[in-house]
């Protein structure tokens, strides 16, 4: 089966007075219909900057430079324009970070729920309103058919979410771009969030790009996780293994990192330094001046791309034999 | 919601008299008004006869007073130049200075708000760029300067425009229009330009900058990401989000409109209220004076009374917390 989301050498740039900067940069991966990839990494990894590249909304002068994405089998980098805008939302929905800002305070959830699929499935408004309903109801917004013509300051953060979820999802796209969907929610809103967008997209079979830095997430949400730093993939692979056997160093940082009850009261490991600024990549790997096993080698090589499923992480000297410490 | 136009009813007519009561304090350093009216040829026993009969001997708490009473009841006094009830004359002026604001009003919002959102939506454009530096020139040259222009190449060199006058007008009941006649209509053009351009690129200039602001939102790009037309976000999303402060200062403007039709008016000769005022205030007549600055308090007033009505029909925020708010 073709993967409903294929992305090949996938480049950002964005040209500055100061030189061109890589935001993105050769990044391969796919996406299955009904799995969900978890996409990790710090801020200003790039993990944002490639789900905006894929649903065409990265603000210029950032464009895509070099590679491809391939929505069911159609190329789209280069589409412009209306052709790019017909795919949005009706191929490629998107779920924003903040619940609070996403929604339009000036227009019912209805209205903005039928205008959405009116603009992509060919319905009259009859039909749409009673669609809004159903849409609002599998989401989990009890009485939808009053709710439906409430404002969205009428609903709690976590409601919003839920009918930003629904507005994301109304025109049945396959491929769903979660930008930090729960980052803005209270700890106890957020697993119901994960949870729904899950059962979800189990349910229609859609892909799922799960964006985060929240580790936990990832954990309870995704089937493969893609670690980014500094715009490069770092490591891919299932998320059971990446959690427990990282083969990269910076994911045996950031696992290091990540607060767990059965580690007690140990000391967090940090990982020293800072992610490096784009416009000041160091040569080789990109990790290599935080990196504790860095040899010399690793100042002058990359080390192998992840693009054909052949290497899991984007490292010379990956930790396979070592667990988690 | 009632309670809240009551509350601001009754704010109002505290501020009409306040207004009332400042404009009475500073009649009296116009000058005196019975200089005018006895010709040269006048005794100390004529200018006191007058005086009492005016019942400009009395302090100006009781000349505001009485003039309260008249007010309420609809009665102005008489025009001390004229000689004939203030009401008529407001009356039979009043319809010019409406029409011509009316029209800079339509003029300065439905272009302003139309280029505001055209200059937003290309802000790198060079038709953008170049509205906007245009602009310039309707913010800061005044207004008279504006007309003397106008009059000079559209009334002088041209030849096209009437350079001052109504033109004809049709009478309607107690109303005369310029808008029936084709030289009423040529007359309402350069004036209406003239009085709407400030407020015109005022407007425009506002509406750009918190359109671009709303540009930026999180809702708006939510509804790019959705796949709206380019037409439903810029215009049913991004539109209606920056009328709330644009209705705010448009509201205020269209008082000045009126308020500030003044210097058109004599620029222009236009025979409307504005140059009504400037007569009177030549002339120290303090009737006239008194209930012209009633009528344009009476206009501003209401207008910020319908603005505050307009958020509500606009933003469903404030009608959720309408009692928390006010």
Redesign the interface.
């Known amino acids: 089966m073709k993967p409903v989301l294929s992305i090949r050498d996938l480049t950002v740039e964005i040209p500055t007075r100061h030189g061109i900067l890589r935001p993105v940069s050769g990044v391969s991966y796919d996406i299955e219909a009904g799995e969900i990839l978890g996409v990790v990494g710090e801020s200003g990894a790039g993990k944002s900057m490639a789900g905006n590249a894929v ?1 065409g ?1 990265l603000s210029p002068p950032a464009h895509v430079a070099r590679g491809e994405i391939h929505v069911n089998g159609t190329r789209i980098d280069q589409l412009k324009g209306d052709a790019m ?6 191929e490629i ?2 779920v ?1 970070q ?1 619940p609070l ?7 019912r959830i209805g209205d903005q729920l039928t ?2 699929m009116q ?2 499935l060919g319905i009259g408004q009859a039909d749409a309103q009673r669609r809004a309903i159903a849409a609002l109801e599998e989401v989990g917004i009890p009485g939808a058919a009053e709710r439906v013509n409430s ?1 969205p ?2 609903f709690s953060g976590g409601m919003r979410q839920r009918v ?1 979820i629904a ?2 999802l109304c ?1 049945e796209p396959s491929l769903i771009i979660a930008d930090e969907p729960t980052t803005a929610l209270d700890v106890s809103v957020q697993a119901q969030i994960i949870a729904l967008l899950k059962r979800l997209c189990r349910e229609r079979g859609t892909a799922v790009m799960l964006i985060t830095h929240d580790m936990g997430v990832i954990a309870e949400a995704a089937d493969r996780v893609a670690v980014m730093y500094a715009g490069q993939l770092a490591e891919l692979g299932p998320v059971r293994e990446v959690l427990t056997t990282p083969h990269h160093p910076y994911t045996h940082g950031l696992m290091g990192s990540t607060p767990l009850a059965s580690k007690g009261k140990a000391r967090l490991h940090q990982i020293p330094g800072a992610m490096p600024r784009l416009d000041a990549l160091p040569d080789g790997c990109a990790f290599h001046p935080r990196c504790p096993h860095a040899v010399d080698a690793c100042r002058a090589d990359p080390g192998p791309r992840i693009d054909t499923g052949s290497a899991r992480a984007a490292c010379l000297f990956p930790l396979v034999q070592e667990g988690v410490a | 919601m009632l309670a809240f136009v009551i509350r601001r009813v009754l704010q109002s007519l505290l501020v009409l008299l306040v207004v009332g009561a400042v404009a009475f304090s500073m009649f009296r350093f116009v000058g005196d008004p019975i200089d005018n009216m006895l010709g040269q040829e006048r005794t100390q026993e004529d200018i006191d006869r007058l005086r009492g009969q005016l019942g400009l001997d009395q302090p100006f708490v009781v000349q505001y007073v009485k003039f309260l009473q008249g007010a309420v009841q609809g009665n102005f006094g008489v025009s001390y130049r004229q000689g004939r009830p203030v009401s008529d004359i407001l009356m039979e002026r009043a319809p010019a200075t409406l029409e011509l604001a009316a029209v800079s009003g339509v003029l300065a919002i439905g272009i302003g708000i139309a280029l505001g959102v055209f200059t937003a939506i290309r802000r790198d454009g060079f038709a953008a760029n170049a509205i906007m530096s245009l602009s310039l020139i309707g913010v800061s040259l005044p207004t008279f300067l504006i007309g003397i222009l106008l009059i000079y190449l559209f009334s002088v060199e041209l030849g096209w425009l009437p350079s001052f006058g109504r033109g004809e007008t049709v009478r309607i009941g107690g109303w005369t229009t310029g808008f029936l006649t084709e030289s009423g209509l040529k007359a309402l053009i350069l004036p209406s330009i003239t009085l709407g351009l400030y407020q015109m690129t005022l407007i425009m200039r506002l509406v750009r900058s918190e359109m671009l602001e709303v540009l930026r939102q999180d809702y708006i790009r939510f509804a790019r990401a959705r796949g709206l037309r380019e037409r439903a976000v810029n215009f049913r999303h991004a539109l209606k989000n920056t009328l709330v402060p644009v209705i705010t200062v448009t509201g205020l403007q269209l008082g000045s409109i009126i308020a500030f039709a003044i210097i058109t008016e004599t620029v222009f000769q236009w025979p409307g209220v504005g140059l009504l005022f400037i007569n009177a205030i030549q002339f120290v007549d303090i009737p006239v004076m008194a209930a012209y600055l009633m009528l344009i308090s009476v206009m501003f007033v209401g207008i910020n009374l319908i603005v505050d009505l307009l958020y509500f029909a606009i933003d469903p925020r404030l009608r959720a917390d309408k009692t928390a708010a006010h």
């Open positions: 649903i909304l805008r017909r795919l949005r939302g009706k929905g998107m924003f903040d800002t996403s929604l339009n305070p000036l227009l205008e959405t603009a992509h404002y300051h009428e930003v507005l994301a025109a």
